[in-house]
């Protein structure tokens, strides 16, 4: 009997282990998105054919600007932002952090949207001024991607008011509603909360005559809209939801259609953890090699028009160009980027095959 004893002890410990034991989480309940229409966003698979660009800059190249020096810029885990024309790329700058949204402002100099160190401003000659790195006292926790407007306010999301960038599988295991779509305002120097409460606030793209902004709610796979002009300034509302993958970065091409990098496609069983919050306590407790998911090498980025239609879905499957937390159209060509990548991809854009009904 002594070994029953044992046993059951033993039990109780490990019961309560997995019951009780600290975790850096504090999980609640939510609801995941809209599952997809399939159909709407049946994918092309061409995305294997693009042309692979500065390859082995490093890990997760995760956005791509053209400068006004005709050359590509892109941010890397390690701080670096590097400079690239074809296949030969050197380094700009490093900023200390992690470099994530980049846009040239009408001046020359490069807006970075840096995970740990806010909004940065880096001039032409490299070097680095600090625009933004808290909001009413307290420091932003993950400065995500950004866009600027005519009058160059800079719009730009803050992903997490909860974890970092190091540790935003934890955003997703806690499930809570805290990312922010915020404003800065160079000629002030004020930056304001313009909305709350997103489910990890991502890529930011202002619309046709900046008359509103769009902001990705990654884990939800869907868009939010906030009008800035016009009789509704002020109200939000759904622009997109449904969308078939996690939407990362966000850009709009300007002349008539919105680029969404999706990171990975839906993960089903990821989200059937949404409403049961103590299962990811639980979940918290194993080791991390038990509890690791390994997301498809699966690449997909869609375009959409300012009426919500699907002008492009382009996928790839071939393992070249996956884990897309970026896609620009610039100058006819889309650029792609990734968290995980060492290269960047380029593909040259077919016309679309949807066209208007």
Known sequence: MRWFKRILVLLALAAGYLL?????????AWFPGVDPDRVTFEADDVLGVAEVLAGGVGPGPEDVTLGPDGNFYTGLQD?????????RWEEFVDTGGRPLGLQFDPAGNLIVADAFRGLLLVAPDGSVTELVSEVDGQPMKFV????IADDGTIWFSD???RFDQRDWKLDMMEGRATGRLL???????QTTVRLDG???ANGVALGPDDAYVLVNETWLRRIKRLWIKGPRAGE????????????????????GLFWIALASPQQPKLERLAGKPWLREIL?????MIRKVELPPVGWVVAISPEGRVKYSLKDTTGRCYSITSANDLGGSLLMGSIVMDHVCRLSLPPPAREEP
Do not use: Q
Not at 144 to 147: A, S, T, V
């Open 20 to 28: 009780f034991w600290p975790v850096p989480i504090d999980a609640v």
């Open 79 to 87: 701080g670096r932002v590097l400079r690239f024309r074809g296949y």
């Open 144 to 147: 995500d991607d950004l866009d």
């Open 159 to 161: 992903a997490s008011t």
């Open 183 to 189: 404003s800065f305002d160079p000629t002030t120097g």
């Open 198 to 200: 997103l489910m990890f």
């Open 236 to 255: 939000s509302e759904i622009f997109v939801a449904g969308l078939p993958g996690y939407p990362d970065n966000l850009s709009f091409d300007g002349s």
């Open 284 to 288: 918290m407790r194993l080791p991390e």
